[in-house]
């Protein structure tokens, strides 16, 4: 069969990367280059180059398919760096922390933890996203209608609890109530966060396009073009027409959307009979962030004694953060969401934006109806969306399930789907 993928971010390259030599495969991309959501940017510091991620980042044992797709790739522990996960949470007007965590083991002796209440609002919400995971809730129970949090002031509610995911979804702090808990939940689901260390997770040396470009490089039987916008698909018998804006066309058995849902809703108007499908896809809310590398110490605290990895300012409702890459990459490198806030980093070095599908009970409910069109007309979606949790791991867990679904077997497959050795590359 002859395959055309629409997006090449981590959902496109996988499929394109799980399904070629199996299929001829043309793969459209309409940006200059691979990776999607995963965009590394290179910069000078005083210590040297340093390659911060605008978007994705880590890796984590609770992602083992994209753990394996890193191996299977072949990245190894050398290209990996160790990063304390510690927090700082603080108020957008400059005043001291409500919560500094610990960093590492070999604590700093010029850091200050700050602990207390806000500790305590932190790990009943690490609490409360693992009961919902073992419980395995329906997709459409609410935070507000699944929590059941301590007698806590309203005021810490807002500025941990709601506000870790807030900062995650780009949603206000008052709208976390309303997303689904699961959607919500998971990316803090978890035991309670140790007093004396953070936990660790990992970058890709390089950042995380790395990996895009080794896919890329890997594929056979693939026809890749970039800045090939799609403007029309049409149907001819019982193929398919991919036609660019550049009016170039390709031929295809099957089409593949590894694309946002709105974006996919938006191709198949030219399709026509696809109304059902449309519906489905328009059920899916976007939220736009936009983040900025920079070297100043833009959102951080002013103390240095108070600075973590990640540091969130909650402020008129929202809940934004800046990543230091000092731990780990030893450099004073910064990484801020500024999609709502007033200024605006002094050094800056590159801008970009995003946009994530909120976890809301109609995405869920939009999901299980896709499931069910999955591969009819010969028309397939992949892309973060279509899991219950927007990350890297669910756009590799969609991708596998396309190329299950058009090719049987094979060697990549049957890589992603091994149960040895899931925790790291």
Not at 44 to 51: L, S, V
Not at 263 to 268: F, G, K, P, S, Y
Not at 346 to 352: E, H, K, N
């Amino acid at each position: 069969m002859r395959i055309g993928i629409v997006g090449a971010g981590t959902a496109g390259l996988t499929t394109a990367w799980l399904l070629s030599g199996s299929h001829q495969i043309v793969l459209l991309e309409e940006r200059g280059s691979p990776g999607g959501n995963a965009r590394t940017v290179s910069a000078r510091t005083a210590a040297g180059t340093c390659c911060p991620d605008l978007g994705v980042h880590e890796v984590s044992d609770r992602f083992p398919l994209w753990s394996r797709l890193l191996r299977a790739a072949g990245f190894g522990p050398d290209d990996l760096l160790p990063v304390p996960a510690s927090r700082t949470l603080r108020h957008g007007d400059g005043a001291r922390p409500y919560l500094v965590g610990p960093h590492t083991v070999r604590e700093d002796r010029h850091r200050e933890v700050i602990l207390g209440p806000a500790w305590e609002a932190l790990n009943h919400l690490f609490r409360e996203a693992s009961r919902w995971e073992d419980e395995d809730l329906d997709g459409e129970v609410t935070v507000e209608e699944a929590a059941d949090w301590p007698a806590l002031p309203g005021a810490l509610r807002n500025d941990v609890i709601h506000a870790l995911p807030a900062s995650v979804f780009g949603c206000g702090t008052h709208d976390v109530a309303g997303l689904a808990a699961r959607g919500a939940g998971g990316f803090f689901a978890g035991p309670p966060a140790s007093t004396s260390e953070a936990a660790l997770t990992q970058n890709v040396r390089g950042g995380t396009q790395q990996l895009a470009l080794a896919l890329v490089d890997q594929l056979r039987t693939t026809e890749v073009h970039l800045r090939a916008q799609l403007r029309r698909l049409r149907r001819d018998g019982d193929r398919f027409t991919l036609v660019e804006t550049s009016g170039r066309t390709h031929s295809v058995d099957a089409v593949v959307f590894a694309t946002p849902a709105d974006a996919a809703a938006l191709a198949l108007r030219s399709l026509g009979g696809c109304g059902r499908l449309r519906a489905i896809l328009d059920s899916f809310t976007y939220q736009e962030l936009v983040y900025a590398a920079h070297l100043d110490p833009f959102g951080m605290p002013r103390d240095r004694r108070h600075w973590s990895t990640t540091n969130v300012t909650v402020h008129d409702g929202w809940s934004e953060t800046t990543t230091w890459y000092g731990p780990g990459h030893d450099t004073d490198m910064f990484v801020s969401q500024i999609t709502h806030r007033g200024a605006r980093p002094g050094r800056q070095v590159a801008q970009t934006s995003f946009r994530t599908p909120l976890p809301t009970p109609a995405a869920h409910r939009a999901r299980r109806r896709l499931r069910q069109c999955q591969g009819e007309g010969g028309l397939y979606f992949a892309g973060a969306y279509t899991g219950a949790l927007d990350s890297q791991e669910a756009a590799v867990a969609s991708a596998l399930d396309v190329a299950r679904r058009l090719t049987r077997t094979g060697p990549r497959l049957e890589q992603l789907t091994a149960r040895q050795g899931d925790s790291s590359p």
